[in-house]
């Protein structure tokens, strides 16, 4: 089952991550820039440049990062980081840090070269996770024992929840940053998401999309997701009207709908996040009882996503963004056309 699904009970105490607080006085390799740093004449400046990055990466230790759970302190770079958060695991290989990273949960398949793991981010083993011997372990929920267990050894723990946000999204990859001495690849990260998202909004030619409802499904058994969620969001991005956010439970921000209030709600579009997990598509979505009689399901206008891309607030939410405009545009291209 999908991450997001699963952090349905942790959604009520989801506190929006903070920025990287400034570190003590007492640590001046926070600013440190290695312009210091004495080489050969004869080194090349390759050479010199790497030297450099590797001294500000060092030197920016030690670290307070602000955090849902309280301030965590981290005094030197870690490399062995165990991630058991899929959308951390993108992260750190996006931001460069992906060489500090030697095992990630069994969920985290993304990128290929990720080094996956037997250990569940959800049940995991406190024993598997000690045996690695890691120097940080990066997740997005952890039991409460597991987490004790592993501050009873001194093992620094990160927590970061699911975004609520575009802008919690970017706060993450930041906090990563800082956590792992890529702040430069963070930045750099953030900044491209950011062009990518300008330019799609720039780019793509829909019709004022107020009027258009839509359903995003998280599974077969109706769980969705409302506009106070990252999902939510990027669909408020593009003006879509979510039918979600007036449905019973909405305050969860992951409500689970009835069948009925869907097909009274007869939304415009039907977006899949279950392609993958559940083997959903638009035939197996008109097989279900009385919803031929829908119009998006009569019409064609049933979306399948990519449940991974669709449900990681990484840096692929750019690439659901994308898949969302692009099928609004041809769908409504399609309307105009007929």
Not at 289 to 309: C, F, P, Q, R, Y
Request: aromatic content about 6%; hydrophobic content about 40%; glycine content about 6%.
């Amino acid at each position: 089952m999908k991450i997001v699904k699963r952090l349905i009970p942790l959604i009520a105490i989801f506190a929006t991550l903070a920025l990287m607080s400034s570190c003590s006085s007492s640590s001046t390799q926070v600013v440190a820039t290695g312009d210091d740093a004495t080489t050969d004449s004869s080194q090349s400046m390759e050479s010199m440049n790497e030297a450099d990055d590797d001294e500000q990466s060092t030197s920016a230790f030690p670290v307070t990062l602000q955090t849902p759970t309280g301030d965590l302190v981290l005094e030197s770079q870690p490399t062995r980081i165990l991630s058991l958060s899929p959308t951390a695991t993108e992260i750190l290989f996006a931001i460069g840090a992906g060489d500090q990273v030697i095992a990630v949960d069994d969920q985290s398949n993304y990128p290929p070269e990720a080094p996956t793991s037997d250990i569940s981010g959800f049940t995991p083993n406190l024993e598997a996770i000690l045996a690695l011997e890691p120097d940080l372990v990066v997740h997005s929920y952890l039991p409460e024992d597991i987490e004790q267990g592993i501050s009873n050894v001194g093992i620094p723990s990160l927590t970061q929840y699911a975004a609520g946000s575009l802008d919690d999204t970017y706060q993450q990859i930041t906090q990563l940053g800082a956590a792992t001495g890529a702040s430069a690849g963070a930045q750099s990260t953030v900044r491209e998401m950011q062009q990518r998202i300008d330019e799609i909004m720039a780019s793509i030619d829909v019709p004022d999309g107020s009027s258009l409802t839509f359903y995003h499904e998280l599974d077969p058994t109706y769980f969705s997701v409302t506009s106070s969620t990252f999902i939510g969001q990027v669909y408020a991005m593009l003006g879509l009207t979510n039918i979600a956010d007036e449905a019973e439970g909405a305050g969860s921000g992951y409500p689970q709908l009835s069948e009925e209030y869907i097909l009274s709600q007869n939304p415009d579009l039907i977006f899949l996040a279950d392609t993958k997990c559940c083997a959903q598509d638009i035939e197996t979505v008109s097989e279900r009882n009385g919803w031929n009689a829908l119009s998006a399901v009569s019409e064609g206008k049933v979306i399948e996503l990519d449940d991974d891309i669709a449900s990681r607030w990484g840096p692929r939410v750019v690439e659901f963004l994308e898949a969302i405009a692009t099928a609004v545009e041809q769908m409504t291209a399609l309307e105009t056309v007929g």
